[in-house]
């Protein structure tokens, strides 16, 4: 447990630093905005390009990783969906939205640093395509399910399109493509670029930490939605455990792999949630409560994860 707390206490400590920073020096919500935007179409797409871009092609096209992580994932989302739905009575929209946060982890802010420092570089490749192809999912369900529920006022064709041109040009999404070509095309990279990407990864994880405290510095938790009680474990533990057996029951992936999507499904919920939530006027505060509570508790369910994972029959295949 000490080399687990060594690796858990620097990574949670940002979150911590820039949650009081928030605190201290009361800056507005926009202050945060280019902060944000340099991670989300600098540094983190920096980072996924560097990842794949150094990957052999064979190992970029395992679709049978992609569809069981893919398949695990939208079970909890159906799982949440449907308790939303038929439980309490909540409307398509709102059970959408639980869903998400039932489903949805912070795999872009959070996955790539935790997993690297856990794991190693041998984690690049399955974190890379978790990331990828879980984000083109949600971009994909989330307007889907609003234009089911009647909160999406757009055409069809027009909404297809939209749906088309926000997958195809998100930075994430751009970035892995872009290395994907790289190494199929076997084009070489030259030095002064990889410096340049090097530098924007090495930014990726503690600037994308820091925001993240600071963005639950700027949503306090006013109330605990009744939700908040199955859907924090279904997040932090049924959703880990249910990809560790979809994993080491379709196929034979490597032990890292597995590792890696595990813990990226231990993750708490994605500041995406909110952000969807947001964009519909649907279930905000609720996804702002449901994010802070997730990232308290993670603290302690992901530890837990990383020592079971320690223990599991994966272990002899992983890093000390």
């Not at 990226?264 to 649907?282: E, K, S």
Request: glycine share 6%.
């Amino acid at each position: 447990m000490g080399a687990i707390a060594a690796l858990l206490i620097p990574f949670f400590g940002l979150i911590v630093i820039g949650y009081a920073a928030a605190r201290i020096t009361k800056q507005p919500a926009e202050a945060l905005g280019w902060l944000n935007t340099f991670i989300i179409y600098a540094a983190l797409p920096a980072l996924f390009f560097k990842l794949v871009s150094r990957t052999p092609l064979e190992e970029l096209t395992r679709i049978d990783f992609i569809a069981a992580d893919v398949i695990a994932t939208y079970s909890i989302f159906v799982l949440i969906f449907a308790a939303g739905k038929l439980l309490r009575g909540n409307s398509t929209a709102d059970s959408t939205i639980q869903g998400f946060a039932g489903a949805y982890g912070n795999i872009g802010y959070m996955g790539p640093g935790l997993a690297l420092l856990a794991f190693g570089e041998a984690a690049a490749v399955p974190v890379a395509l978790v990331v990828c192809f879980e984000n083109a999912m949600h971009f994909i369900v989330a307007p889907a399910m609003m234009a089911i529920s009647g909160g999406e006022k757009r055409a069809a064709p027009q909404l297809a399109l939209d749906i088309l041109r926000k997958v195809a040009l998100h930075p994430f999404i751009l970035s892995c493509a872009a290395g994907f070509a790289v190494v199929a095309g076997g084009i070489p990279v030259p030095v002064s670029m990889q410096r340049l990407v090097d530098y924007l990864a090495q930014a990726a994880a503690p600037c994308a930490l820091f925001a993240m405290g600071v963005t639950l510095a700027l949503r306090p938790l006013r109330r605990v939605p009744a939700e908040m009680f199955y859907i924090v474990p279904a997040k932090l533990i049924l959703h880990p455990l249910v990809v560790y057996l979809v994993l080491t029951s379709v196929g034979t992936f490597p032990p890292i792999w597995i590792a890696s999507a595990v813990l990226l499904a231990a993750l708490p919920t994605a500041t995406n949630v909110f952000v969807i939530g947001q964009q519909y006027a649907v279930w905000q505060e609720r996804a702002s409560a449901t994010i802070l509570m997730t990232t308290i508790c993670s603290v302690v369910t992901v530890s837990m994860t990383l020592y079971l994972l320690k223990l599991s029959p994966l272990a002899a295949q992983l890093p000390p």
